[in-house]
């Protein structure tokens, strides 16, 4: 997983670890009452997001996977 945060609205960014696919990476923004999906994007061996102010953006390895674990919380 990578995690993201900021305080105030921002553009961040960090290279995609090695072995992981582009194409399977999904994240999530956490808040208190849950997560939810959130959109990223990849370029040039990088993840890009763009971070809201105070919430927390965390990017899975595997999307899928991680979709099926927070449907079952």
Not at 4 to 20: R, V
């Amino acid at each position: 997983r990578i995690a993201f945060y900021s305080t105030a609205d921002k553009q961040l960014s960090a290279p995609l670890p090695h072995g992981w696919d582009a194409g399977k990476v999904a994240a999530t923004v956490l808040s208190s009452e849950k997560a939810e999906p959130f959109e990223i994007k990849v370029e040039n061996g990088k993840v890009q997001v763009s971070v809201p102010a105070q919430k927390p953006i965390i990017v899975y390895r595997d999307g899928e996977r991680a979709k099926k674990r927070l449907a079952a919380v």
